[in-house]
């Protein structure tokens, strides 16, 4: 502990020592995001079973979650752009301001706006990109509110700027919510302004949650609690949830791996592809729903999101679908697995056919200007997405007809199939 007192030193030598510091901590923080953008670029860490960087700072290196993201935006800026790494062990950009600039610098601007960004504080540096990428102005809005909301109760806002506040229930609301921890599949996302949700422990099996949400969400949300009035005749937030949360997981665990009370007979494998659902049942189960990925350490990888089923045995080499032949891995795993297999440039190629193929099937998908703009009408007559599509695509021989012919010929489609929800009105001509 003596060796942190420094009551003994003179102003002189304390001043110095502190700038001496300051020049080692930039460089050391420099040579750190160096050796974190060669991590992350080689993606070492999914040998020793992470499934991403930032999952391999805050679990194997011990960063915090905000110190990992901070780092790795400015790591991976700092690869695009060199410059930057010069920039901060000199301590003319600092890391807040490098995540900042990160989205917008690119080949042509990097440089001059860098450069410009030259010992600014981070408010000087959000005034510079307020001026060189302007955003819409925000909505004016007056309100009238306590400055917290009572214990047990979550405030919602709507698109309009209405504030109302929801009681969850007797929840000691905690004087400070700690940030959420943000793990991302990919840990590059870019702040934004929208408050996060977050989740903080309050005491042992005890949780305050703390969300916006959007009018449609606090118009579900008050429609169940009046459909549960019975059940739950105060309303509480966290028992709704619960029970809609126990209506939900049964179907998603359905669609993810075949879950089912009453399993039938196995049928007929209809592709090479084709994982049966008796088989993702079974090893859903042995695997405890996460991937199984090891490291040469013994390290198993805790990854319980963007699992798929993967095959031992490739496809591409005569694999067949079975329970001991499969496993549970996360996306990240079997991406990794199928490089080292197939090579890295193989796979690339692979991902990218599949992406234009999305892409045309997009394209072909797409509706001509002249017919899309016909759906908002139909939207607002109460027609599903799908009816309201099929209808305006009526219109596609019809280009330059007028909005109103447009519609009326829309309608048509329905007075055929004889679905119509309601009377087609009369044209005004107002906008959906």
């Known amino acids: 502990m003596k060796r942190y007192s420094l009551s003994h030193l003179s102003d002189q030598t304390l001043l110095h020592d502190l700038t001496t510091l300051l020049a080692h901590d930039r460089t050391t923080t420099t040579a750190l995001l160096a ?76 440089e001059e706006l860098l450069s410009t960004a030259t010992h600014r504080t981070k408010f000087e540096i959000e005034r510079l990109l307020a001026e060189r990428f302007p955003r819409p102005d925000v909505p004016s809005r007056m309100e009238a509110l306590s400055p917290q909301p009572a214990p047990g109760q979550v405030e919602t806002r709507t698109d309009s700027g209405m504030v109302s506040r929801v009681t969850s229930g007797p929840v000691e609301t905690p004087a400070e919510v700690a940030p959420a921890a943000v793990a991302p599949s990919v840990p590059g996302l870019m702040e934004t302004s929208v408050p996060r949700p977050k989740v903080a422990p309050l005491s042992p099996q005890r949780f305050a949650l703390q969300l916006t949400m959007s009018q449609q969400l606090h118009d579900k949300l008050r429609y169940a609690q009046e459909l549960l009035s019975h059940q739950v005749p105060a309303g509480e937030l966290a028992a709704v949830l619960e029970r809609a949360l126990d209506a939900l997981i049964p179907q998603l665990e359905k669609q993810k791996f075949a879950a089912t009370g009453c399993p039938r007979s196995g049928r007929p494998t209809t592709g090479v592809r084709h994982v049966p659902a008796e088989v993702k049942r079974a090893v859903w189960e042995r695997d405890g729903g996460r991937c199984t990925f090891v490291s040469e350490s013994g390290r198993r990888c805790p990854a319980r999101t963007h699992l798929e089923f ?59 200007a002249h017919v899309e703009e016909v759906i908002p009408y139909l939207r607002q007559l109460g027609y599903r997405v799908d009816q309201a599509r099929s209808a305006a695509a009526r219109c596609e021989h019809l280009p330059g007809a007028p909005l109103e012919q447009r519609v009326r010929h829309a309608l048509t489609y329905f007075r055929l199939r004889t679905t119509a929800p309601v009377q087609a009105p009369a044209w005004t001509g107002n906008g959906p």
């Open 35 to 110: 050796h974190l953008a060669e991590v992350d670029a080689r993606k070492l860490y999914l040998p020793a079973a992470y499934p991403s960087m930032f999952a391999y700072c805050v679990q194997e290196l011990r960063l915090s979650e905000d110190s990992t993201w901070k780092r790795i935006q400015a790591a991976r800026a700092a690869r695009r752009f060199p410059i930057i790494f010069e920039a901060l062990a000199e301590g003319r950009l600092h890391l807040s301001g490098v995540c900042l600039l990160a989205p917008h610098l690119t080949a042509g601007n990097a």
């Open 310 to 368: 993967d095959h031992m045995d490739e496809v591409a080499r005569g694999g067949r679908a079975s329970v001991g032949r499969i496993r549970l891995r996360c996306r990240a795993h079997n991406q990794y697995v199928a490089e080292r297999t197939f090579g890295a440039e193989f796979m690339r190629e692979k991902r990218e056919a599949a992406q234009r193929a999305a892409a045309a099937a997009r394209a072909r998908s797409a509706l001509p």
